[in-house]
């Protein structure tokens, strides 16, 4: 090969291709990451070393404020009973969370291909998202008459928002010039939507699933307080009210510390996701080279 060929080759896009950084890493995560892991992690150390030191100079009575010691032994002698109202919650949790996606995503590009329709049907995704879900769950649970339904209904209604108008968003962020090739290419409405406009819309997708993740618990959460379920079959927040009801405190404490271990474990699951499917072509997952 010539050096003027050899140049040519040299001067294609293939130069400027993401330059990946390879790090080295400790116990299979990079250094880089172990910074922002240690120091949560140490500073709620210190927070429930402090809490635990507190009440024991306070002599504070757990039916008041419990220790971490006295929570972590709740949870343990409790998780039978807790980790059924747990489930509960969960089942609803995604469930909720899997018809936001699928319904958000689906209008989502129907909003996109018509714009009367957006205009028409928007203003009420809008005020469904701003009413109090805890406002209209009592109305939902008369109508429904099912209560696990209902509770689905009032946490989808919490995580619906934010996939429509991210999804929206990124469906209508394809850069114009690439939307100017593909009409002059003459491509289909379908295949401008799958290879331009739905690949544009995955970053900010992935930014509403983590967000609804969250809130889709959140709504499950208060649902359960106004229905007020019991039995077996009933989630964390009716163990929550039945533990206030009793002075047992430190029930309701362990059945909190499983709410926002639940939430935390959604946000990093689909932070994973995220990571996942946008590590390899996107800015804002790549990691350069400095």
Not at 22 to 46: H, M, N
Not at 140 to 163: E, T
Not at 196 to 201: D, E, G
Not at 265 to 271: D, M, Q
Request: net charge positive; glycine share 6%; aromatic share 10%.
């Amino acid at each position: 090969m010539s050096e003027a060929t050899t140049t040519a080759v040299r001067g294609t896009d293939q130069e400027n291709a993401p330059v990946f950084a390879v790090e080295e890493t400790v116990l299979g995560i990079p250094k880089s990451r172990w910074p922002g892991i240690l120091a949560p992690l140490v500073t709620g150390a210190f927070f429930l070393g402090f809490w635990e030191f507190m009440v024991w100079l306070k002599n504070i009575p757990p039916y008041l404020l419990p220790s971490p010691s006295v929570i972590a032994t709740t949870l343990v002698t409790d998780w039978p009973t807790l980790s059924i109202a747990l489930g509960v919650t969960l089942r609803i949790t995604f469930a909720a969370l899997i018809a936001a996606v699928s319904v958000g995503v689906a209008l989502a590009i129907v909003f996109t291909q018509s714009k009367w329709l957006e205009r028409s049907l928007l203003p009420y995704a809008v005020i469904l998202q701003v009413t109090p879900v805890v406002s209209i769950a009592p109305l939902i649970i008369i109508w429904v008459g099912d209560v696990n339904l209902s509770l689905l209904i009032c946490a989808w209604l919490v995580a619906f928002f934010p996939i429509l108008s991210n999804t929206i968003l990124g469906l209508n962020s394809a850069d114009h010039n690439l939307v100017a090739l593909f009409q002059l290419y003459r491509a289909s409405r379908w295949q401008t939507l799958r290879y331009l406009r739905l690949p544009a819309a995955l970053p900010y997708f992935l930014g509403g699933l983590k967000i609804s993740g969250g809130l889709a618990l959140i709504g499950a959460v208060v649902a359960e307080f106004v229905a007020g379920t019991g039995g077996t079959a009933s989630g964390l927040a009716y163990r929550i009210l039945e533990s206030g009801y009793q002075l047992k405190i430190p029930r309701m404490f362990a059945a909190l510390l499983m709410i926002s271990l639940s939430g935390i474990a959604i946000f990093l699951a689909t932070s994973y996701v995220s990571h996942r499917l946008l590590h390899r072509w996107h800015e804002s997952a790549i990691k350069r080279e400095s």
